[in-house]
T-cell receptor, first 114, second 112 residues
Framework: GAVVSQHPSRVICKSGTSVKIECRSL??????MFWYRQFPKQSLMLMAT?????????EQGVEKDKFLINHASLTLSTLTVTSAHPEDSSFYIC??????????FGPGTRLTVL | QKEVEQNSGPLSVPEGAIASLNCTYS??????FFWYRQYSGKSPELIMS????GDKEDGRFTAQLNKASQYVSLLIRDSQPSDSATYLC????????????FGKGTRLHILP
């Protein structure tokens, strides 16, 4: 498997502020990480693919200027939700790919924007 | 047709019985198939991966793959209340740059 951590696990912020979420691969070097969002009782939605040393690739409909991704090292990717609004409240989960396509998920970050 | 389809459930199964979860996919070129379990408020955890036609068994879990029918299933034997969760089917989709795409999940409820 793979061990993936996220920080923070839970964050509450005021509308208009920016929030940074960290995703760390603890036991191997990940050139690719993925960011997902999950609204209550909904499926996982892939937001973007984070590539070490290069720009992230975003899925259709995801605003790259609102969801800033930085994959500065082989063990760390960050997602910054800029100028967060209540509709951004969701469960954000990162994952790393290891082996033949297998993905391992972090524990997730629950964001609540007031 | 959706890329990965699952019945949302809930699927109710008596404790000790076999739970059968089904998934269909649209991309005939898909090669990698996964089942994840997600408890409420938690992130998904990998249960099984399968790449070849046929059955793959791991403890109480058996994954079944039929590429001709574009169908993958998960059987849970001797179901326990702790198996109550949402089960996500995931498939690599070549038309989406080989990304892993998840179904919406099936809610499973094991009745004590």
């Amino acid at each position: 498997g793979a061990v993936v951590s996220q920080h923070p696990s839970r964050v509450i912020c005021k509308s208009g502020t920016s929030v940074k979420i960290e995703c760390r691969s603890l036991d191997f070097q990940a050139t690719t990480m993925f960011w997902y969002r999950q609204f209550p009782k909904q499926s996982l939605m892939l937001m973007a693919t984070s590539n070490e040393g290069s720009k992230a690739t975003y899925e259709q409909g995801v605003e790259k200027d609102k969801f800033l991704i930085n994959h500065a090292s082989l063990t760390l990717s960050t997602l910054t939700v800029t100028s967060a609004h209540p509709e951004d409240s969701s469960f954000y989960i990162c994952s790393v790919r290891r082996g033949q396509d297998t993905q391992y998920f972090g524990p997730g970050t629950r964001l609540t924007v007031l | 047709q959706k890329e990965v389809e699952q019945n949302s459930g809930p699927l109710s199964v008596p404790e000790g019985a076999i739970a059968s979860l089904n998934c269909t996919y649209s991309d005939r070129g898909s090669q990698s198939f996964f089942w994840y379990r997600q408890y409420s408020g938690k992130s998904p955890e990998l249960i099984m991966s399968i790449y070849s036609n046929g059955d793959k068994e791991d403890g109480r879990f058996t994954a079944q793959l039929n590429k001709a029918s574009q169908y993958v299933s998960l059987l849970i034997r001797d179901s326990q209340p702790s198996d109550s969760a949402t089960y996500l089917c995931a498939v690599n989709v070549l038309s989406r740059d080989d990304k892993i795409i998840f179904g919406k999940g099936t809610r499973l409820h094991i009745l004590p």
